[in-house]
Nanobody, 124 residues
């Protein structure tokens, strides 16, 4: 069955960096676009970044533009989220997700498989 496993979260000081990874198994990775979402305590889940099938197109939300980069390692069925210049407001559980839809998708409704999430905490 499909599994998405996130890793790379942790505690970091403001201004620091983290690299999240999401390893996919049980799916034909090349058929799926991948996305990253996050959910802070007391808030709704929000879109962060997405990459289309085979990494042809990427998109990040405005609040992380210039700081976060999404990329795909097709050989390892893995998607990465490089997070630089982290801020305390980036603190959240980060989830990766997979969609069969074409292009980059920002709506969580488009995604059919989800990981368990990884905690990112940014201290001030």
């Amino acid at each position: 069955q499909a599994q998405l496993a996130e890793s790379g979260g942790g505690l970091v000081q403001a201004g620091g960096s983290l690299r999240l990874s999401c390893a996919a198994s049980g799916i034909t990775f090349s058929l799926y676009g991948m996305g990253w979402f996050r959910q802070a305590p007391g808030k709704e889940r929000e879109f962060v970044a997405a990459v289309s099938r085979s990494g042809g197109s990427t998109y990040v939300t405005d609040s992380v533009k210039g700081r976060f980069t999404v990329s795909v390692d097709s050989a390892r069925n893995t998607v990465h989220l490089q997070m630089n210049a982290l801020k305390p407001e980036d603190t959240a559980v980060y989830y990766c997700a997979a969609t069969l839809s074409m292009g980059v998708r920002t709506s969580s409704a488009a995604y059919v498989y989800w990981g368990q999430g990884t905690q990112v905490t940014v201290s001030s």
